[in-house]
């Protein structure tokens, strides 16, 4: 059977006029004619059945300003994300399965869908939830989170979601900015063999919040209105007709330079950017069973929604993905005979040093592709799936982010895969790699950059009414060339290889990714300084071989004071109760002192790349309040790499 992306190079060629079967050529084309392109993904997908009114002729009607930012996508279009959904909902079978650690399971049917949406979303509008409100998730990665988001949508409120790894304190320096009507959280959940009891934290963060109606999934507490409640009063889902930006949901930066910033997405960009990626490069649709393992603070949790927008049934999962074993994910993708399984370099770095050989332990004769992201993926993994999963089986490698809610670049149906390499840039995506002087590069590393907008960058900054923070996270760059265009700087090394394939070299700036889970420094060191003891603190993420991760924390401790065990365990303890076990440091060392630049700024993003053992790394000596650290902490990352 002919995949989407070939159908859709056929109609899109035809439209204008050329050959489009090679990748490339579509590829260039796409970026050549942004608007021709989007209303070209735009037919493929028939919105105009969603939308209010047909989509109008010409260039300016799909886009009326191209500049960045401020691209003006699609005028006078108004739809909702949801009606997207169902419009399968006369889909037979399951549109969502959830899948708990201890393996139990649940279904949503297609067919209950729109009653089970719409019986929220009336709970909702009695609440006081309507278009522009407010709804905040602190949940697990189960059906009811993927019900709660859809409900809030439909009424034209807007979705942020936080997971239940994050101590209250923590998802409210998040979500309190937001100041939600209506909170949407579990009782708890079970990870690592263990029941961990959520309804305390809860309870704690809708006080945080500020809230003034708490629905809980699970066993709720007295004055919280129960999951089955909230559900109970069947009503049809009519969603809301809304302009194309109108908000749809707000994910949060790591928040490494301060409080975490809230990205605004709008619901026709997320729609067009999700389709193009699902649909066409994964070629997901009603036959298709999509699995990605992840959790709500994650932006590929937004992405495993994405499934539903082309009919693909999606599976969630709640609980550790090495417990009991490292074959647990496994036994899912062969259990719900799941054709596209997303998941991190760990997760297979983990398989392989476990001594697994899935595809010889399970049948996964329905997988199709097998998707990677949160870090890079190593070519050695690359032969590990070829050799113990499956022979040929096509690997995406993504490379995206929460900025855009999507990937930039990845593995897509028809082209071949290199080890170690992202496949192709995504169509739409003008990605370069440029020089410091804004050149391109073509097999040299530079800074990936987006040369052109594409729908689903940020509508806005929560609380940004001049747009300044927008500007200045993605777009305020100095090159060192005075005609230099605008362009979206997206903080990672990438090489772009004469093929058109990428290869990804590492964060340029410093935020702490760890599986996928981004965390700022600034959170870490609000905690960590907080602690009598510590003086001062300086956390960095170093990716290594493998999909290796390192995150040290270097502390100078106040006079008097030693770096006890307990010290550390106080710090670790700290860390995890008041943000996140995921970011719990690999190791905390006794440092000598911490560089600054000359302004009192850490210098997080050099320090990183000496720690990797980059050679390239420059730093002016008179830039450093005390550049004799320097050479300290080159020879820790020597002897981390022994």
Sequence with gaps: MQSQIARFAASY?????????????????SVDDLPGFWRAV????????????PLGDGDAAVLADRSMPGAQWFPGVELNYVDAVLAHSTLPGAAIVGIAEDGSRTEIMWAELPGLVGALARTLADAGVGRGDVVAGYLPDVPETVIAFLATASLGAVWSGCGQDYAPEGAAGRMAQLNPTVLVSSSGYRYNGKDVDRRAESVELARLLGVTTHIMVGEAVDAVLSWADATARPASAEPVKVPFDHPLWVLFSSGTTGKPKGIVHGH?????????????HGDLGPDSVFFWQTALSWMMWNFQAAGLLVGARIVTYSGSPLYPDADTLWRIVADEKVTYFGTSPGQLQASRKAGLHPGDDHDLSALRTLGSTGSTLAADLFTWVDDNVAAGLPISSISGGTDVVSAFAGGSTGVTVVAGELSVRYLGCNLQSWTPQAQPLIGDVGEMVITEPMPSMPVSFWNDADGERYRAAYFAHQWDADDAPVVWRHGDWVTVTDRGSLVIHGRSDATLNRNGIRMGSADIYEVVEGIDEIAEAFVLGVDG??????????????????????????????VKSRLSARHVPDEVI????????????????PVTAILAGRTEVNIDPKSVDDYSLIDWYAEQGRRHRA
């Design 42 to 53: 735009w037919n493929h997908f028939d919105l105009d059945a969603i939308a209010a009114s």
């Design 545 to 574: 071989p493998g999909g290796e991760y390192w995150m040290p924390l270097f502390v100078t401790l106040v006079p008097g004071a030693e770096l006890s065990d307990q010290l550390v365990s106080r710090i670790a303890s700290q």
């Design 590 to 605: 006794l440092a000598p002192g911490i560089p600054h630049t000359r302004t009192g700024k850490k210098l997080e993003v």
């Design 13 to 29: 060629g035809a439209a204008a006029g050329r050959d489009l079967t090679d990748y490339p050529a579509l590829w260039q084309q």
């Design 268 to 280: 026709g960009g997320v729609v067009l950017e999700h389709l193009k990626s699902a649909g066409l």
